[in-house]
């Protein structure tokens, strides 16, 4: 079992940024790919970053490449989302995944192991 806490959500202006935290406890935290993800009202949850477990990799959904970083550190147990040039769009409960399935790393139903979400709500 992994325990994931996010934090680090909260209220901010379009064009402004955020930093998300999730804390992972429990099982061997470096053995998993971690991913973020994001759903907001009557949409779909829809992935948003991964990052390999030695953290040498990282993925990107289109919509946020180039403003969003994921990274991790291992010896804190924690991975980040850096959130820059946030858009009124970016609005969504935003929740940490960590990876124990085959599939692709874009898809959620490969992440057995999921946090309680922290709400990102960008105002215009």
């Known amino acids: 079992q992994v325990q994931l806490v996010e934090s680090g959500g909260g209220l901010v202006q379009a064009g402004g940024s955020l930093r998300l935290s999730c804390v992972a406890s429990?099982?061997?935290?470096?053995?998993?790919?971690m991913g973020w993800f994001r759903q907001a009202p009557g949409k779909e949850r829809e992935f948003v970053a991964a990052i390999s477990w030695s953290g040498g990799s990282t993925y990107y959904a289109d919509s946020v490449k180039g403003r969003f970083t994921i990274s991790r550190d291992n010896a804190k147990n924690t991975v980040y989302l850096q959130m820059n040039s946030l858009k009124p769009e970016d609005t969504a409960v935003y929740y940490c995944?960590?990876?124990?399935?085959?599939?692709?790393?874009?898809?959620?139903?490969?992440?057995?192991?999921w946090g309680q979400g922290t709400q990102v709500t960008v105002s215009s």
């Open positions: 429990g099982r061997t935290f470096s053995g998993y790919v």
């Open positions: 995944a960590a990876k124990n399935g085959f599939g692709h790393y874009s898809d959620y139903s490969s992440y057995g192991y």
